[in-house]
Structures are given as C-alpha cells and as structure tokens.
C-alpha cells in the first residue's frame, strides 16, 4: 500500500499518519537520482496546498531508520536542488518510520497498561470511600476504620507503582519518536491507544525525565518523623491524596483532643 504525506490533515481512511508537506516548488526528483530513494518510496507529487507530497509503502517500524545516503554528498552529477529534494524524502520517510516504529513499540505496553490504569482507578476509588466511612464510624470503631484506611493506601501506592512502571517505557517510546521526529510531527499515544481500542485520555503518562528523575514529593510520617523519597508522577498523586486524608485526621484528632481536655480541665 502506498502512504501519502500531504499537507497537515488527520489520519486517511487507511488509518496510517501524515505529515507536513514540505514547503517549496512541487517537484519530483529526476531519475538520474533514483538510486539513492529510500526503498519504501514510491514517487512525489505536487500537493493541493503547495509543496510536494511524498508516497511510501507502509514501515513496519522494524526497518532500519531512514538515512540519506552518504554517497549522495559525495556525486557531483546530483546538483543542492537534488540533494535538499531527496533529503526532503528521506525527512519523510523518518516521520512515517518513527510513527510505525513507535506503534510497534507501544502495541504490547498498552494491553499491559489498560488493566494497570483500572487497578489503579479502582484503588483510588477505594481509598476515597474508605476515608469517607470515617463520617459514619462510631468513635470506638475507628481504629479498626483507620486499619482499613491503611490497607487502603498500601493498596493505592502499589497500584500506582505498576502502572508507572508501564508508563515509564511508554514515555520513553513516545520520546524516541518525537527525537526522530521533531515535536510538530509528534504521534498522540492516546491515538495509538486508541487504534487498539483503548481510552487513554485520563492516562497518566508524563514526559520520560519525570520517569528517569522523579521529583522528591514522595512524604510519609511514620512514628512522628517525615521520610521523604522520590516518586514517579501516579505515585505523588497517590500520596497526595493520601497526605490530604491524612491531614484532615490530624484536624479531627487535634479538635477531638482539645475537647477532651476542655472537659477534664476543672473551671
């Protein structure tokens, strides 16, 4: 099948990625040329908003990544015009490349992550409902309510933890390609996950230097003491929310306390 990269536009009816079609006379490169095209390239044609547009067979990402050849530089029968024609090929062919690769890549790390995204969402769930048992606790059932509670958490943070680890390597196939690529002609993982038929809008995949250098936000107070570590980003979120629960029953142990005492205190 042959892939056209026309002027910006969504996805074709084949379902496969365009991009920009490079600015500058419609042309295509002469024959004398032809023994440096890319293998996958199937000719050039002038595009309806200017420029050409180049057509490829589809990459299936495991080709090496498309390079124009040194030899190119080097023969004095291919004229600049020649040489910036042909590296406008090769430009394109990186992009369609980096896209298939990237779709090759993040295929099998979004059927591991889809059910990691819902173990975390039903823990966070449970977490938050289990916080909100504390309104209906009787007072001398709390502590059991606050082993829940921990349970809760512990289940959280795990939970958060594996899918981090999932979206580690996503982000850093997403990062491969924008490095081939450039950010302009960056492939929505969500639109990747979404060919597979999954809904990754409220995925929480950051840039990969949030992977490889976690922020110091990770803080638990045990025995009295604050331990502080560093965190991947669903892992914070988990903590924050746990830290927001966790203060509001500092509030309530505090006010439970000072009433307690107002009342053993004689007038």
């Known amino acids: 099948m042959a892939h056209t990269i026309p002027l910006k ?11 920009d079609t490079l600015t500058g006379p419609a042309a295509s490169v002469p ?21 050409t547009a180049f057509r490829f067979t589809a990459f299936t990402g495991y080709e090496s990544q498309p390079e124009m050849p040194s030899g190119a530089y080097d023969d004095p029968a291919m004229t600049w015009e020649l040489r910036v024609q042909l590296g406008d090929q090769y430009t394109a062919a990186r992009v369609l490349w980096s896209h298939a690769r990237l779709r090759r890549q993040a295929a099998p790390l979004l059927h591991k992550a889809a059910p990691l995204w819902s173990a975390w969402t039903a823990a966070r769930d449970e977490l938050v409902a ?49 490095d081939v690529a450039g950010w302009d002609e960056e492939l929505s993982l969500t639109t990747v ?28 107070v045990r025995d009295g003491v604050d331990h502080y570590g560093r965190a991947t980003p669903l892992t914070v979120s988990a903590t924050q929310l746990i830290e927001e629960q966790r203060e509001r029953l500092r509030e309530v142990a505090a006010l439970a306390g000072d009433h307690d005492q107002a009342h053993r205190t004689p007038a």
């Open 31 to 51: 024959a004398d040329a032809s023994r440096y095209f890319h293998r996958h390239f199937v000719d050039a044609r002038p595009a309806s908003g200017g420029g």
């Open 193 to 220: 996950a979404g060919e597979l038929g999954y809904d990754a809008s409220h995925w929480k995949v950051h840039h990969v230097d949030d992977y490889t250098h976690p922020l110091p936000q990770y803080r638990i």
């Open 9 to 19: 536009t969504p996805l074709d009816d084949t379902g496969l990625p365009h991009r």
């Open 130 to 178: 289990t916080f909100a048992q504390f309104w209906s606790t009787g007072d001398g059932l709390w502590r059991a309510q606050l082993l829940r509670l921990t349970d809760a958490e512990r289940a959280a943070r795990e939970a958060a933890g594996a899918f981090d680890e999932v979206a580690r390597e996503l982000a850093q196939a997403v990062a491969d390609q924008v």
